[in-house]
């Protein structure tokens, strides 16, 4: 049976010498005897004010207004009576939790907790950080760092320089604008892909180049990827795939570790996957860049519904990894919609045929069937 008396140390709060008490437990109150069991005081439980545990064997009750009673318990009891008694008075002290609970369950949450709070970090905290970091890259810099990313993935590429001349060639009829020093690549590989690299390179394989059938689709494109360089979308996603990285970087100061760990991971750009927001930005501001240049949007929407429908159809394993453009540009039937919604919503918009554009796409498209 639990004991309901228990030997004490009380203070009156006038004098700093402790009196030797016993203290009888009630279920609404308790009392503090002297030596000849006189009671010397009543306390009410709901009165007591604070409650500490300085380890299972000493309990430390505060009591009253200034000045402030106090009243020590100790013994093997001292802990367990007053979790049984009183647990109201047990619920906001964190060190009552720790001793009456599971030691090893303690340990679990405890572990749990910080595996939570890491997850969230790594997940959530840590990527919104390393997107913010880019608004502190400037663009000259931005700039700086793309070419030197370029410089790894070429050495490991087999460009095409007279194509890339067309290409840009096919660019410059878009008369598109940006900010930045657009420059297109073509690689002489059969990944249907391409993307954007910070700075204003735009890589485009020739696996896509083949997937095209009109000039308004390699229109399309160009205005999808040069809207990704725009925006920063292809350097806010590589610091967010190497955010722990990046952060640390710039919080210790160190721009010039931020730029060696994304040029050390260049490549990535290649398999990165862009997040739908940055998709779906990139689809309408690219939308937008065409009917400014007077080109036919459907093109965008047709290589977009080409490469989804043929990449669907693909069951063997290994040529499904040459459709890479649908891993990195994640295609959604709400994005495509969207872009034939806007393009109903332009009615009977009259655009240009460019029939420069459409020859330099027609040697293009004839030159890579010869590769």
Not at 65 to 73: A, D, G, Q, W, Y
Not at 74 to 97: C, S
Not at 125 to 150: H, R, S, T
Not at 158 to 163: G, K, R
Request: proline fraction near 3%.
């Amino acid at each position: 049976m639990m004991e309901t008396t228990l030997p004490g140390k009380y203070l009156d709060g006038l004098s700093s010498r402790p009196l030797s008490v016993q203290v009888q437990f009630y279920k609404n109150y308790i009392e503090i005897l002297g030596t000849d069991n006189a009671v010397i005081e009543t306390w009410d439980i709901d009165e007591i004010k604070n409650i500490d545990f300085t380890g299972s064997k000493t309990v430390h009750l505060n009591y009253g207004s200034f000045p402030e009673k106090n009243l020590i318990l100790e013994g093997d009891m001292a802990f367990e009576t007053i979790k049984v008694l009183y647990p109201q008075l047990n619920r906001d002290n964190i060190y009552f939790h720790l001793l009456k609970g599971n030691r090893l369950k303690i340990f679990f949450y405890g572990i749990l907790s910080l595996l939570s709070v890491l997850l969230i970090y790594l997940f959530v905290v840590a990527p919104y950080i390393a997107v913010k970091i880019v608004d502190l890259i400037p663009q000259k810099q931005e700039i700086v760092l793309g070419n030197k990313m370029f410089e790894s993935i070429e050495k490991f590429s087999d460009v095409d320089n007279d194509l890339s001349l067309r290409l840009n060639e096919f660019y410059t009829e878009t008369k598109f604008k940006s900010k930045y020093p657009v420059e297109i690549v073509y690689i002489d590989e059969a990944l249907v892909n391409a993307y954007a690299v910070p700075g204003g390179k735009i890589v485009v394989y020739r696996g896509l180049i083949e997937k095209m059938n009109d000039w308004k689709q390699l229109a399309g494109l160009l205005a999808h990827e040069l809207a990704h360089v725009d925006k920063r979308h292809s350097l806010k996603s590589l610091s967010r795939s190497l955010s722990i990285y990046l952060a640390v970087s710039v919080l210790t100061t160190d721009l010039s570790g931020a730029s060696t760990v994304l040029i050390d991971n260049a490549f990535k750009l290649n398999e990165l996957s862009h997040s739908r927001s940055f998709e779906k930005e990139a689809d309408d501001t690219g939308f937008d860049y065409l009917v400014e240049n007077n080109i036919n949007p459907v093109g965008m929407v047709e290589l977009f519904e080409k490469i989804e429908k043929e990449e669907s159809m693909v069951l063997n394993e290994k040529s499904r990894k040459i459709f890479r453009y649908v891993s990195t540009h994640p295609l959604t039937e709400e994005r495509i919609l969207s872009l034939k919604t806007r393009i109903s919503e332009k009615g009977n918009s009259k655009y240009s045929e460019n029939d420069k554009a459409r020859k330099i796409f027609e040697d293009i498209k004839n030159r890579s069937a010869q590769k």
